[in-house]
């Protein structure tokens, strides 16, 4: 399209080049006043009409082309940025492993796997540990202690019979991981059958946190 219009652009200026041409050649032939030399540089001016013209229309298309490879060069540098892929645990990105964990979490536990991703990762426990031991220890988000007090770990204290009470879900989840990390992680009790040494009177503890780390894998 702007091939074309160039073309048209140019075509109409070697009319006009033509039409001087055309009356050169009149105005010699009937005057007999204009001289050859006289002719010959009203021929140099229209070729320069026609040069400037051309040059013109050259600018104007390298400015089009200067003006799209700049686009294009933006384009490449802020493309990048949008397929960034940031892998926080075992090859998810935060997003995915939020994801993973909501897709067990029930009761007044659903939904809140993005919370239990961050704080675990940010305090450096396993999201997938402190999720298992939340779901164990509160019928997976229906107990009594996690539903009244947001107590989501079994953590003995007060305000809620002989149990710790927090006065929000967010800070219940926060509480049970800083508690975890602070008092198991932090000693180095960091697998599952270290932190139920101490965590809990069964012996079967660990086994069922194992048992839900798998079906939380498996999802």
């Known amino acids: 399209m702007k091939k074309s219009k160039q073309i048209e652009q140019l075509g109409g200026i070697i009319m006009m080049v033509a039409v001087l041409m055309i009356s050169l050649?009149?105005?010699?032939?009937?005057?007999?006043?204009?001289?050859?030399?006289?002719?010959?540089?009203?021929?140099?001016?229209?070729?320069?009409?026609?040069?400037?013209?051309?040059?013109?229309?050259?600018?104007?298309e390298n400015k089009e082309v200067s003006k799209n490879l700049s686009l294009n060069e933006v384009e490449m540098e802020t493309a990048p940025a949008s397929v960034l892929r940031i892998e926080v645990y075992q090859g998810m990105t935060m997003e995915e492993l939020s994801s993973k964990l909501n897709k067990s979490l029930g009761g007044i536990l659903a939904g809140h796997g993005k919370t239990?991703?961050?704080?675990?990762?940010?305090v450096g426990a396993d999201p997938y540990v402190v999720t298992a031991i939340m779901m164990h220890e509160t019928g997976n988000g229906t107990s009594r202690i996690a539903n009244g007090c947001y107590n989501f770990g079994?953590?003995?204290?007060?305000?809620?019979?002989?149990?710790k009470r927090y006065n929000s879900v967010d800070e219940g989840l926060t509480g049970m991981i800083d508690n975890l990390y602070n008092n198991y992680y932090a000693h180095g009790l960091t697998t599952v059958e270290a932190i139920g040494s101490r965590y809990a009177e069964s012996g079967t503890w660990p086994s069922m946190i194992n048992w839900y780390i798998g079906q939380i894998k498996a999802k």
Not at 48 to 59: E, F, H, L, P, R
């Open 25 to 60: 050649g009149i105005s010699f032939q009937t005057s007999g006043k204009t001289s050859l030399k006289d002719l010959k540089i009203d021929e140099v001016a229209a070729k320069g009409i026609a040069t400037n013209a051309s040059q013109v229309i050259d600018k104007k």
């Open 116 to 122: 239990i991703a961050e704080h675990s990762l940010k």
């Open 154 to 163: 079994g953590q003995k204290g007060y305000g809620c019979g002989a149990y």
